[in-house]
């Protein structure tokens, strides 16, 4: 049974950094697509980035350059560094593990799933 647990969030100020990581149990990591969303208050999950298992990874626009996914298969680890964070990014992040349907951009192409942490930027 494939476990995904993530941790790191917090409270930071504008302009700050945040790393948060997410850890995966059972299952085939290293040949899973990781991927991170966000939800903000009374709006729906929304797609941040994600790394396939060769690494490549993809972003969506308002994050591109200052978030970075990454992953260390011999930990079965996943991680989000944000930088330069701003009010907007204010939002509960989850972890998404193994997608089944391209383009793996898509809540629900994703098979398993953190129980997400709260991260809340201050301006």
């Known amino acids: 049974q494939v476990q995904v647990v993530e941790s790191g969030g917090g409270l930071v100020q504008a302009g700050g950094s945040l790393s948060l990581s997410c850890a995966v149990s059972g299952g085939a990591f290293g040949s899973y697509t990781m991927a991170w969303f966000r939800q903000a208050s009374g709006n729906e999950r929304e797609f941040v980035g994600r790394?396939?298992?060769?690494?490549?990874?993809y972003y969506i626009d308002s994050v591109k350059g200052r978030f970075t996914i990454s992953r260390d298969d011999a930990k079965r680890m996943a991680y989000l560094q944000m930088e330069t964070l701003q009010a907007e990014d204010t939002a509960v992040y989850y972890c998404?593990?193994?997608?089944?349907?391209?383009?793996?951009?898509?809540?629900?192409?994703?098979?398993?799933w953190g129980q997400g942490t709260q991260v809340t930027v201050s301006s």
């Open positions: 998404a593990a193994l997608c089944q349907r391209m383009p793996c951009q898509q809540a629900n192409d994703y098979e398993h």
């Open positions: 790394i396939t298992s060769t690494a490549t990874t």
